[in-house]
């Protein structure tokens, strides 16, 4: 008998909101948002003639210069990298007049402000992490910032560096294969930088007491404070034994503790929907315990979450006349994860996006979605990149490809639910797709049938 998945009260993250609002076209516009903050100007530009945009732009440019020359940076050109509602983040770049200083100016339209202070928490919590980040990755470096209403523009908003290059996005397909083996060899130098950032705890990171609504200045900040994730507003999350399991430490704890608590809301609503379905995730759990996955404590290190090639920028040397990256963008969503949970394969090197159009690209990433049949390029970048990565971060095939999949399958579950049909459809295949990978480990791959890493997997 089929189900349909359940309906809870649920405060889903601002930006999923908004994205399922929207029409298709609209979804489009917004995922083009971490694509154009450091790249091809005026490449989505709005005029202002349609009703969602915030008004013309001619008129909003002249209190953007009015900002500007409130926070001390005249004469700049500004161009429209994206403008309207359509948008998270309306985004301009500037361009000095009198130097050669080239600037980003992000102003944010959607999320929360909080009513005690009046700041954005978003905006906030990407401040602390960049000024954090900024002599440790290729970041851009926050310049000025409001964190209110209280400015010309009556949104928060901040002044970055604008990162050299475009987006990796538009240039990997046309790219040899020779420039594509350097990006890749760069891509694995910056995964080694990413796992040497590493916290105390897992979580989300917390909004910072000390940072002032507004500064024109640089920020620097120290190790940013967290919060373990959470997903119920009323949820006791400072009792000792839940701030225990999910320090992420122990990753099994982690991941039960989440599952627990979706299993025990659904008996105080008095259903009983999903909870077979969360019990035959926890046995996985049994089951990986048993096989030794968590003998070990793993490191808690930085994990982006949109590590992707939109949001990675590239630039053509004149020294070699090769790309090199240039810097990662968009960190708004950046979290603290134990290893295994954040080593998510970057399918994209073998097999980009747009190879597949009928490739959903939903919220189930490539830990959902199997590899496809690979061109004979593709091969030869994925090899290429399980040997060169294996050779400077120990286990990483085994935590990406192999179990760490698995793990990473259930964390979904455990700390999202499961309240859209793909992702209920998905979820009810896994306990099968488990029992086959269980048999094969005993009797070996049947001909024909996946081994739980290539395709098959859903």
């Not at 919220?363 to 979605?369: A, V």
Request: overall charge negative.
């Amino acid at each position: 008998m089929d189900q349909t998945p359940p309906t809870r009260t649920y405060e889903f993250p601002d930006e999923l909101t908004q994205m399922e609002e929207l029409n298709v076209d609209d979804a489009t516009t917004l995922e083009a948002d971490s694509c154009c903050d450091h790249t091809d100007v005026a490449s989505v530009a709005s005029d202002g003639s349609d009703e969602s945009v915030i008004e013309a732009f001619e008129d909003y440019k002249t209190k953007i210069e009015q900002l500007l020359e409130d926070i001390g940076s005249k004469d700049y050109d500004i161009e429209v990298v994206q403008h309207g509602y359509n948008f998270m983040n309306c985004v301009y770049a500037l361009t000095s007049t009198r130097s050669a200083e080239h600037y980003i100016l992000r102003v944010t339209h959607g999320g929360f402000y909080r009513d005690s202070d009046g700041k954005h928490e978003t905006v906030e919590k990407e401040i602390v992490l960049l000024g954090h980040l900024k002599d440790k990755l290729p970041v851009p470096e926050i310049k000025a910032y409001c964190l209110t209403k209280d400015n010309h523009l009556e949104a928060a908003f901040t002044l970055q560096t604008r990162i050299e290059g475009e987006s990796l996005n538009r240039l990997w397909p046309t790219m040899d294969l020779a420039d594509k083996y350097k990006i890749v060899d760069e891509f694995i130098s910056l995964l080694v930088n990413l796992e040497t950032v590493t916290f105390p705890t897992a979580g989300t990171f917390a909004v910072s007491e000390n940072l002032p609504s507004y500064s024109n200045e640089p920020i620097n900040t120290d190790i940013p404070a967290i919060n373990v994730f959470d997903a119920f507003a009323d949820e006791p999350t400072q009792d000792p034994q839940i701030l225990q399991d999910r320090s992420g430490h122990d990753i099994k704890a982690l991941l039960t503790s989440h599952l627990d608590k979706w299993i025990q809301q659904e008996q105080a609503e008095d259903q009983n929907i999903l909870t077979p379905k969360l019990e035959a995730l926890r046995t996985m759990l049994t089951d990986m315990e048993e096989e030794g996955v968590f003998a070990h404590p793993f490191p808690i290190i930085l994990h982006h979450c949109d590590l992707e090639p939109r949001n990675i920028m590239v630039a053509r040397s004149a020294e070699d006349g090769h790309y090199h990256i240039t810097g990662i963008i968009d960190w708004d969503d950046a979290v603290a994860l134990p290893q295994p949970l954040a080593r998510i394969p970057p399918r994209w090197i073998w097999h980009f996006p747009d190879q597949d159009p009928d490739l959903e690209d939903g919220y189930l990433n490539d830990d959902q979605y199997p590899d496809p049949e690979l061109s004979e390029e593709g091969k030869a970048l994925k090899t290429y990149f399980a040997e060169k990565v294996e050779g400077v971060l120990e286990g990483y095939e085994e935590e990406a490809e192999s179990w760490g999949r698995w793990l990473r399958r259930v964390w979904y579950f455990a700390k999202e639910g499961a309240y859209r049909q793909y992702e209920w459809d998905f979820l009810d295949r896994l306990p099968e797709e488990w029992a086959r990978r269980e048999k094969e480990i005993v009797e070996g791959p049947v001909e024909g049938e996946s081994d739980g890493k290539e395709g098959g997997e859903c």
